[in-house]
């Protein structure tokens, strides 16, 4: 169920329902919401209509919103029957059940940082393309992934995968070389333990060559599905894969 860019009248109008909905059965969520909405509150509809990463962020957390309002009633077997009438994948499953209601319940240390970032322009999605076919060749091989906004900015996730034995990884990519990654690497571990993520994979690669992606998606998927306990595992294009 893919979120769709809203125009700043819809964001605004969805942000007051969901925050007066929230209010009561998840006052957490409705705080969250309320800030967004005090984020984009004395912004014009014309400056909004040239930041698509706000508005597709804020199209983002609408729809999740909105389905964590409707599948907070319901018991794990609707919930389930939810999911599967849905389609939703592993990874769609672990954001909505895990990660995200962690993020409304929580403060998020980054949060004034990257509204102020992404609204100024400083945010961009250089990685997309690499993230689609990262995301699409696991798709094809039986897993499941999601990227969004708030993994990136919030938890130091560039993408949530899965493979076959439907556990949830968090990745980190970077194409930064080895002699810078010491302080990256640092800060990408204290994320992860801030928001209590167990299973995280740190991959530093080299975008050259046409296999890149498909080595990926191997080392990705290999990591999904080892059945090891909770760790953090950092790999370099320097070790080879």
Avoid at 103 to 121: A, I, L, Y
Wanted: aromatic share 10%.
């Amino acid at each position: 169920m893919p979120s769709t860019r809203p125009n700043p009248k819809q964001a605004r109008e969805l942000l007051a329902q969901l925050t007066q909905q929230a209010q009561i059965v998840e006052p957490k969520l409705a705080q969250k919401l309320a800030l967004l909405t005090k984020w984009i509150k004395d912004k014009t509809n014309g400056l909004l209509m040239s930041k698509p990463y706000v508005l597709d962020l804020l199209g983002e957390v609408i729809l999740d919103a909105r389905l964590w309002l409707i599948l907070k009633p319901l018991g794990q077997q609707d919930r389930q029957k939810l999911y599967l009438s849905e389609n939703f994948s592993v990874a769609q499953q672990y954001w909505l059940e895990v990660l995200f209601p962690r993020w409304f319940n929580n403060e998020d240390p980054k949060f004034p940082n990257w509204r102020r970032e992404v609204m100024s322009g400083n945010f961009k999605r250089d990685d997309e393309q690499v993230l689609r076919s990262i995301s699409r060749e696991i798709e094809q091989q039986g897993g499941s992934s999601l990227w969004k906004h708030l993994l990136d900015l919030s938890m130091a996730t560039d993408l949530l995968a899965s493979g076959q034995k439907e556990t949830a990884l968090c990745v980190q990519l970077t194409t930064n070389a080895e002699v810078y990654l010491d302080d990256k690497k640092q800060r990408w571990g204290e994320t992860l333990t801030y928001w209590s993520i167990e299973r995280g994979l740190f991959l530093s690669y080299n975008p050259v060559g046409k296999a890149f992606v498909s080595q990926l998606v191997t080392v990705i998927l290999n990591y999904s599905d080892t059945p090891t306990a909770p760790c953090y595992t950092v790999i370099t294009a320097f070790e080879g894969f």
